[in-house]
């Protein structure tokens, strides 16, 4: 069982057990935390640093000397140094000669540089063995051990050996280290902690269009509507009930497009009677974000389920009950219906299993979990369960709605009810998906997927081709 140092004590370690010595260029922020983090772990740490005499804040067991005299210590030499400043290195070429530099630098920009530091560093010294490494790891992170976000340590370069050293000393250090492959993956790397969100970027946009839109949607139907024909100010309804049409809304209409994207990519496979041609790459990406869409269109459900929550303590809906109970009293008899105490219990019963199902989904999203299950028990919650939480979901605005579907009293100015919008993505789709699981469509959807080609011929001269 290999050791790793999560955030014990400094060991006391016997001299007999003492690990290698590594070299860390630059007593900066970075240099001082991962100096701080490898003596923790056992290893002896010698600082190269411009001014040694001036260096303050340092490990104690660490020694600090001249960039020239630390280099000779060690083989392996971190350099803790913004690329800028990578100048000097020339001039210390004959001592670095063979040693393993591992370049933990970053940029302020995405692709600022034509090549990635650890390559203009390989091209600065080029007796060296560059790794890049522990650029995604931040100074304050390891100093405080909060290495949750960034337990992962991305690691790229051209010899393998010196690599799997560098690898040893991320693993000893309790982190994670993934192989990238050749230096040329650095560029990749370098990019990485620059990005903010990729993968949420279009949906967060979406979701935002998509409720921006069924906003003002609500307020025309619901507030100006009434005021322009009745004088009615109906403006209090922006506060819960506006936000409790538009939330629901947006949910089942981003889980629709959770699965829509399956649908679409089934249909493409079998038109081209291949799945060996690529998806449009709108297609791919859009598949690629589909957690994140499904995750936004969780969180609007919650947010749904809280607005409903206090619909019988806001006034409006006290105020509403208090004259019903009057006029009940004055007409005496009013008959229990129990097609209605049936429409509105199953509407709200559909509602709580498809939200208790919507949950689940999110909850086998978690990495902790969705690490413990294998790929087809992950695709049968994610997919099958998925569907069902669609299905139930869309029931239940179904049921919600009624008779009032389409109903012309209910049309303002042409305008249906606000959840009329939410059905046309979901409806669309499961109808479809009905016709996708047809059995002789499903069987050939499925040799498909096991690679069957309607006509390899044709396909192989086309293969490559990306879209349509
Ligand atoms: C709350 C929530 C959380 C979510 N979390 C995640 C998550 O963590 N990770 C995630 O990936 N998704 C997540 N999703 C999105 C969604 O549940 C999954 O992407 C789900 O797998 C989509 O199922 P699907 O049937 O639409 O598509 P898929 O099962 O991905 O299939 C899509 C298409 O890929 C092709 N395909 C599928 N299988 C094969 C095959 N064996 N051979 C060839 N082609 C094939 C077919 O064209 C198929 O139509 C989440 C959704 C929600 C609502
Ligand atoms: N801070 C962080 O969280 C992270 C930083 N990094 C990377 O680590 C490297 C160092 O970052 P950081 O420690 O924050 O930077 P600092 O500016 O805090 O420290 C850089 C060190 O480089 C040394 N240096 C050598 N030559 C020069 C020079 N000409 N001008 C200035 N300094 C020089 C200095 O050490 P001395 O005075 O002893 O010579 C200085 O302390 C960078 O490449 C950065 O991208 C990577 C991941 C996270
Ligand atoms: C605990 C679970 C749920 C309960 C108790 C519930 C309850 C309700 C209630 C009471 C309404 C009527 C609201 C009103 O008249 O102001 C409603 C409407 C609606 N619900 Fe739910 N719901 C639940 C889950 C969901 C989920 C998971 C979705 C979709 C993903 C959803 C989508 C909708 C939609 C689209 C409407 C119509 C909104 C409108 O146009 O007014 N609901 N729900
Ligand atoms: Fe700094």
């Given at each position: 069982?290999?050791?790793?140092?999560?955030?014990?004590?400094?060991?006391?370690?016997n001299s007999?057990?003492?690990?290698?010595?590594?070299?860390?260029?630059?007593?900066?922020?970075?240099?001082?935390?991962?100096?701080?983090?490898?003596?923790?772990?056992?290893y002896s740490?010698?600082?190269?640093?411009?001014?040694?005499?001036m260096?303050?804040l340092?490990?104690?067991?660490?020694?600090?000397?001249?960039?020239?005299?630390?280099?000779?210590?060690?083989?392996?030499?971190?350099?803790?140094?913004?690329?800028?400043?990578?100048?000097?290195?020339t001039?210390?070429?004959?001592?670095?000669?063979?040693?393993?530099?591992?370049?933990?630098?970053?940029?302020?920009?995405?692709?600022?540089?034509?090549?990635?530091?650890?390559?203009?560093l390989?091209?600065?010294?080029?007796?060296?063995?560059?790794?890049?490494?522990?650029?995604?790891?931040?100074?304050?992170?390891l100093?405080?051990?909060?290495?949750?976000?960034?337990?992962q340590?991305?690691a790229?370069?051209?010899?393998?050996?010196?690599?799997?050293?560098?690898?040893?000393?991320?693993?000893?250090?309790?982190?994670t280290?993934?192989?990238?492959?050749?230096?040329?993956?650095?560029?990749?790397?370098?990019?990485?902690?620059?990005?903010?969100?990729?993968?949420?970027?279009?949906?967060?946009?979406?979701?935002?269009?998509?409720?921006?839109?069924?906003?003002?949607?609500?307020?025309?139907?619901?507030?100006?509507?009434?005021?322009?024909?009745?004088?009615?100010?109906?403006?209090?309804?922006?506060?819960?009930?506006i936000p409790?049409?538009?939330?629901?809304?947006?949910?089942?209409?981003?889980?629709?497009?959770?699965?829509?994207?399956?649908?679409?990519?089934a249909?493409?496979?079998?038109?081209?009677?291949?799945?060996?041609?690529?998806?449009?790459d709108?297609?791919?990406?859009?598949?690629?974000?589909r957690?994140?869409?499904?995750?936004?269109?969780?969180?609007?459900?919650?947010?749904?389920?809280?607005?409903?929550?206090?619909?019988?303590?806001?006034?409006?809906?006290?105020?509403?009950?208090r004259?019903?109970?009057?006029?009940?009293?004055?007409?005496?008899?009013?008959?229990?219906s129990?097609?209605?105490a049936?429409?509105?219990?199953?509407?709200?019963?559909?509602?709580?299993?498809?939200?208790?199902?919507?949950?689940?989904?999110?909850?086998?999203?978690?990495?902790s979990?969705?690490?413990?299950v294998?790929?087809?028990?992950?695709?049968f919650?994610?997919?099958?369960?998925?569907?069902?939480?669609?299905?139930?979901?869309?029931a239940?605005?179904?049921?919600?709605?009624?008779?009032?579907?389409?109903?012309?009293?209910?049309?303002?100015?042409c305008?249906?009810?606000?959840?009329?919008?939410?059905?046309?993505?979901?409806?669309?789709?499961?109808?479809?998906?009905?016709?996708?699981?047809?059995?002789?469509?499903?069987?050939?959807?499925?040799?498909?997927?096991?690679?069957?080609?309607?006509?390899?011929?044709?396909?192989s001269?086309?293969?490559?081709?990306?879209?349509?």
């Open positions: 069982m290999e050791k790793t140092c999560t955030d014990a004590l400094p060991l006391t370690m007999s057990e003492k690990q290698e010595t590594i070299c860390i260029f630059g007593t900066g922020d970075f240099g001082r935390s991962l100096g701080f983090k490898m003596i923790q772990c056992g740490v010698v600082f190269g640093s411009r001014n040694p005499q260096s303050s340092l490990p104690n067991g660490a020694e600090v000397l001249s960039y020239s005299e630390a280099a000779q210590n060690s083989d392996i030499i971190i350099v803790a140094i913004h690329r800028e400043h990578y100048d000097f290195l001039e210390l070429a004959e001592v670095l000669n063979g040693k393993i530099l591992v370049d933990v630098s970053n940029n302020l920009k995405i692709n600022q540089y034509p090549e990635s530091n650890a390559e203009y390989a091209q600065l010294v080029p007796g060296t063995r560059v790794v890049k490494a522990f650029n995604t790891v931040s100074a304050w992170a100093q405080s051990g909060a290495l949750d976000a960034s337990r340590v991305f790229c370069g051209n010899d393998s050996k010196a690599k799997q050293r560098v690898m040893d000393i991320v693993r000893t250090l309790g982190l280290p993934l192989d990238q492959g050749s230096l040329v993956a650095a560029k990749e790397i370098e990019n990485y902690p620059l990005q903010l969100f990729p993968m949420w970027r279009f949906p967060i946009y979406l979701s935002a269009v998509l409720c921006i839109f069924l906003f003002f949607y609500c307020v025309v139907r619901e507030v100006i509507y009434p005021y322009v024909y009745k004088k009615k100010d109906e403006t209090f309804r922006m506060a819960i009930s409790n049409r538009v939330f629901p809304i947006a949910a089942l209409t981003l889980l629709a497009l959770v699965y829509l994207p399956g649908v679409i990519a249909i493409l496979q079998l038109y081209r009677g291949t799945k060996y041609r690529r998806f449009p709108w297609l791919d990406h859009w598949m690629l974000c957690k994140q869409l499904g995750l936004i269109a969780l969180g609007f459900a919650f947010l749904h389920v809280l607005y409903t929550l206090v619909i019988p303590i806001r006034y409006y809906v006290r105020w509403k009950l004259n019903i109970t009057v006029t009940q009293i004055a007409n005496k008899d009013n008959p229990l129990t097609s209605s049936w429409h509105s219990d199953s509407y709200l019963a559909l509602g709580i299993l498809g939200f208790f199902l919507f949950v689940l989904l999110g909850i086998t999203s978690l990495p979990v969705s690490n413990t294998n790929w087809r028990e992950f695709r919650v994610q997919s099958k369960l998925g569907y069902l939480t669609l299905i139930l979901c869309t239940h605005t179904l049921a919600y709605g009624g008779k009032r579907f389409l109903s012309p009293s209910t049309l303002r100015w305008l249906p009810s606000a959840y009329v919008l939410a059905l046309i993505i979901p409806c669309t789709m499961l109808v479809i998906k009905f016709i996708l699981i047809m059995p002789c469509i499903d069987k050939t959807l499925t040799r498909i997927r096991q690679g069957w080609e309607r006509n390899s011929k044709i396909s001269a086309l293969n490559g081709k990306t879209d349509i």
